[in-house]
């Protein structure tokens, strides 16, 4: 079958038509895949600092043995799942409320956080990360060795 210059010409438009249809939606479906990453964030090992949150009073102080979240971030779509098999590290939550004043904090935890125990005037959490005993003595973190452990726990929220 031979194709007329007419026929020719309608064929490329239609074929141009397509791409440029199959190319907006391809636009489209990668926006929108960007845009639902976005909406949750990850704490990642650089959100962390070596010290502790105090359990009584929520001041954060100086130790070697542990990490805590630099900021503080709002509790809503709070999930944080710990792999219990793999796992050598406890890790605490403290809550603070919309002020940013301090709340409480949670015992250690050594498995997935319930966020039934999030206390109802809680807007923000930071997270404490304390690695286990070896032969008896605290681990002591430092930049090198703190990833390690932060990386044990995957903490996400909505942003």
Not at 76 to 93: N, Q
Not at 127 to 146: C, K, S
Request: glycine share 6%.
């Amino acid at each position: 079958m031979k194709l007329t210059e007419k026929k020719k010409g309608k064929l490329k438009w239609l074929l141009t038509i397509v791409s440029v249809v199959l190319s907006i939606a391809t636009l489209v479906a990668v926006c929108v895949g960007l845009g639902n990453l976005a909406d949750t964030k990850k704490v990642d090992n650089g959100d962390y600092a070596i010290g502790t949150i105090v359990a009584e009073s929520g001041k954060i102080v100086d130790s070697k043995h542990s990490a805590y979240m630099k900021d503080a971030e709002t509790i809503d779509g709070l999930v944080i799942e710990l792999d219990e098999e793999t796992a050598t590290i406890t890790y605490k939550v403290a809550f603070y409320d919309e002020d940013g004043k301090f709340i409480s904090m949670t015992d250690e935890l050594e498995s997935d956080f319930d966020t039934a125990n999030i206390p109802e005037t809680a807007e923000t959490f930071r997270v404490v990360i304390t690695p286990y005993q070896v032969d008896g003595e605290n681990v002591e973190l430092n930049i090198f060795n703190m990833g390690k452990y932060t990386s044990q726990l995957d903490v996400s929220f909505n942003k």
